[in-house]
């Protein structure tokens, strides 16, 4: 596994350097992208140090722990890429309008981190299956209050599917072999598309519906129609300055 100790590094570093890219280009999502990063941390490292290296994959890290700084990294980069990627690459800008109650609002956070654990332990489900429906409850819990966001949610879905290609051919021309290396295929389906396993492509297109949309149903914010885009302040930009 020498070969590949720094597959899952330059992984990260890759997603942390759209992140990058999308904050320096817009202040207005600064605020969102550092949310959506933090949480991304706070619900993942669980995830990852319980169910995902379980069962799915078991990526060496330069500290040769079951989790590592890299993880930490992939989080941050990840998570904030997705919340922005799709505001950011088609130029939406975003209106305040009503929040929902604290509690509608948190409901969906509950329900992406918790639901899997559950369903793990009471059903033994895959832990990629057990994700993929808590991440259907808190989008299902989202869209129908929200129906201005299921365009968003959809449209990043396809963005974050095409991240996750850029990124795994990229690992795949630096370091020939390290899907079947890293990978826990016999319990995975085993169908790899195009060299990406079938799961990790369910896993960004399902992460970034709720990630592009999480944000704006908690704060209550709206993308603005086309006709006052050009003239929309962006939102929190003196904040994020």
Request: glycine fraction near 10%.
């Given at each position: 596994m020498s070969k590949y100790a720094y597959c899952y590094l330059a992984g990260a570093l890759f997603n942390l350097g759209l992140w990058a890219v999308l904050f320096a280009l817009r202040k207005d999502l600064r605020r969102e992208m550092c949310v959506m990063s933090g949480l991304a941390v706070l619900m993942g490292m669980p995830h990852e140090y319980w169910l995902w290296t379980r069962d799915w994959w078991h990526p060496p890290n330069l500290t040769h722990?079951?989790?590592?700084?890299?993880?930490?990294?992939?989080?941050?980069?990840?998570?904030?890429?997705?919340?922005?990627?799709?505001?950011?690459?088609?130029?939406?800008?975003?209106?305040?309008?009503?929040?929902?109650?604290?509690?509608?609002?948190?409901?969906?956070?509950?329900?992406?981190f918790s639901l899997p654990f559950i369903l793990v332990a009471l059903f033994d489900l895959h832990s990629f299956t057990a994700c993929a429906l808590a991440t259907c409850a808190a989008l299902l819990w989202i869209l129908p209050s929200r129906p201005d966001l299921i365009v968003p949610s959809l449209a990043n879905a396809g963005l974050g599917l095409l991240m996750s290609f850029s990124c795994f051919w990229l690992l795949e021309w630096m370091t020939p072999g390290f899907v079947a290396a890293i990978w826990d295929l016999p319990k995975l389906s085993g169908v790899?598309?195009?060299?990406?396993?079938?799961?990790?492509?369910?896993?960004?297109?399902?992460?970034?519906?709720?990630f592009a949309v999480y944000y704006k149903y908690a704060t209550g914010l709206r993308f603005a129609a086309a006709t006052s885009a050009a003239s929309a302040q962006p939102l929190h930009a003196g904040a994020a300055e």
């Open positions: 722990t079951r989790i590592g700084f890299e993880d930490v990294l992939y989080a941050i980069g990840t998570g904030g890429s997705l919340a922005a990627i799709y505001p950011g690459l088609l130029r939406r800008t975003l209106l305040q309008s009503e929040a929902p109650s604290r509690l509608a609002a948190l409901m969906p956070l509950l329900l992406n790899v598309f195009a060299g990406v396993p079938l799961e990790d492509l369910g896993w960004y297109a399902y992460t970034a519906a709720l």
